[in-house]
């Protein structure tokens, strides 16, 4: 069932300087998120992520097109359905956003006190929720006293008080180091699979997609350029702005300078293998190799974890007598697609 659906949606902004054109922000987007799953948007500063974020929370209206949450229009809703609205969503950000002032608990209590919940409701509420982020302990101490992956933790407590269906995720690891995104990714995941609710993460970061999304859309000049399950598209990438993407999680196969370097260091016959679930495994292709006597050695690449399936190039120097690489070569490529060699003149 869709529960996000952006159709035929345009925002356009004024002219930042008198006489100028207007900023088309987001351009003739078309998008379907179903309930009880996670999309990631990926895209390059000024690609119009933010700006979908903000016409799905109704803080910003479509120029033209329609934005739906579960099945209903929502431009041009009255304020008392606009606030019923955004307690259905709730939203972290990459800077955290919490007050100061208040302790952890206050942070995660004051959705539910501006709900107008009672004093016993509001405490049940936010111990439970601090028992799901895995700070209990910290409900009397002040953001200052936290890390920035405990901010964040206490950003998705407070985001999730008033159990909202949809989750908006602006960022929300860019500002941490690696091992604490990986933490953060997890409880978002727990979010997701836990609780059933559905998660939009815009990101620059195609760590954050392997990590946690079902679903990707890839933004360009406000336009989305390439869209499909994280798998499909990770794998097989279609235009340049998502190969770019990509090439920042998962090794390329090697061309130009790249493949230049490497024959110079390596000796033998440089070969690349797509590893991909459903065909091979390396130890298929491996096991060829071997079986006709060539030697050969992993130079570049490697295997690749996306949501559970396996993925990558194997980049190969292969030595031996030239007929034995040559067999070798041709056995393993009946297991897996050879996609680039390069022979030694
Ligand atoms: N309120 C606004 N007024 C004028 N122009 C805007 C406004 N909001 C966004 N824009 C412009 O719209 C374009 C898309 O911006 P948006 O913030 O959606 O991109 P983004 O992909 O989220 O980038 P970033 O990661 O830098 O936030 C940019 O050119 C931006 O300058």
Redesign the pocket.
């Known amino acids: 069932m869709t529960l996000i659906r952006l159709s035929g949606v345009t925002k356009r902004?004024p002219p930042?300087t008198k006489g100028g054109d207007p900023?088309v922000?987001v351009d003739d987007v078309d998008l379907d998120i179903a309930a009880g799953t996670v999309c990631g948007i990926v895209?390059y500063?000024?690609?119009?992520?933010?700006?979908v974020l903000r016409l799905v929370n109704a803080l910003e209206t479509p120029t033209s097109g329609r934005v739906e949450i579960d099945g209903r229009d929502i431009t041009g809703l009255r304020e008392r359905e606009l606030r019923a609205l955004r307690g259905d969503i709730g939203m972290i950000f990459q800077q955290f956003n919490l007050f100061d002032s208040r302790t952890v608990a206050g942070n995660v209590a004051y959705p539910l006190e501006v709900a107008g919940r009672s004093r016993t409701e509001v405490k049940e509420r936010v111990s439970e929720l601090l028992d799901f982020v895995g700070l209990a302990g910290k409900a009397r101490n002040y953001p200052e006293q936290l890390s920035g992956g405990q901010r964040q933790r206490v950003g998705i407590a407070r985001a999730l008080a008033t159990n909202p269906r949809i989750l908006l995720a602006d960022e929300a690891t860019s500002a941490l180091d690696p091992d604490t995104t990986q933490e953060v990714l997890a409880l978002l995941k727990r979010v997701n699979t836990e609780l059933g609710v559905t998660i939009l993460v815009?990101t620059?970061e195609m760590e954050v997609v392997r990590a946690i999304a079902d679903r990707v859309v890839v933004m360009e000049h406000g336009r989305i350029i390439e869209s499909g399950e994280v798998f499909e598209v990770l794998s097989s990438p279609q235009q340049p702005a998502t190969r770019r993407f990509v090439a920042s999680i998962i090794d390329e196969v090697p061309s130009g300078e790249k493949l230049a370097a490497l024959t110079r260091r390596h000796p033998g016959r440089i070969v690349t293998f797509t590893i991909r679930e459903g065909d091979a495994t390396q130890a298929d292709v491996f096991a060829a190799l071997s079986s006709h006597g060539a030697r050969f050695e992993l130079i570049h690449g490697g295997i690749n974890d996306i949501r559970g399936r396996v993925f990558g190039h194997l980049t190969l120097a292969v030595t031996g007598d030239d007929d034995a690489v040559e067999r070798a070569i041709t056995a393993a490529s009946q297991h897996a697609p050879l996609i680039e060699e390069d022979v030694r003149g």
Request: proline residues 0%.
């Open positions: 902004f930042s900023v922000a895209g500063s000024g690609a119009g992520k933010s700006t815009i620059h």
